[in-house]
């Protein structure tokens, strides 16, 4: 069992910055992939940075040079720097990991809020 736990979300203006990070306890040990996913009233859940298993990264097209993830492997921690928000990044952000097994682990998520 992994835990995923989620935080700095809050409420900015566009063009600010906020960072969230994800914690995972548990079986950490066992994870393959993470990765960060967001999701907008009335949209579909969506992928926006993420660790590949090889260690690489990659970036939905909306985020790549304002968006950075990045990880403490030590403390198990995934961080995303978000710079130069916009109000449509709106949205809850969720942590997500994929073990070696395949199985899939959700944090509960943290809701960033950018206003105009």
């Known amino acids: 069992q992994v835990q995923l736990v989620e935080s700095g979300g809050g409420l900015v203006q566009a063009g600010g910055s906020l960072r969230l990070s994800c914690a995972a306890s548990?079986?950490?040990?066992?994870?393959?992939?993470v990765g960060w996913y967001r999701q907008a009233p009335g949209k579909q859940r969506e992928k926006v940075a993420g660790?590949?298993?090889?260690?690489?990264?990659n970036y939905a097209d909306s985020v790549k040079g304002r968006f950075t993830i990045s990880r403490d492997n030590a403390k198990n921690i995934v961080y995303l720097q978000m710079n130069s928000l916009e109000p449509e990044d709106t949205a809850v952000y969720y942590c997500?990991?994929?073990?070696?097994?395949?199985?899939?682990?959700w944090g509960q998520g943290t809701q960033v809020t950018v206003s105009s």
């Open positions: 660790f590949t298993g090889g260690g690489n990264t």
């Open positions: 997500n990991c994929v073990n070696m097994y395949g199985r899939n682990y």
């Open positions: 548990g079986s950490a040990f066992s994870i393959n992939r």
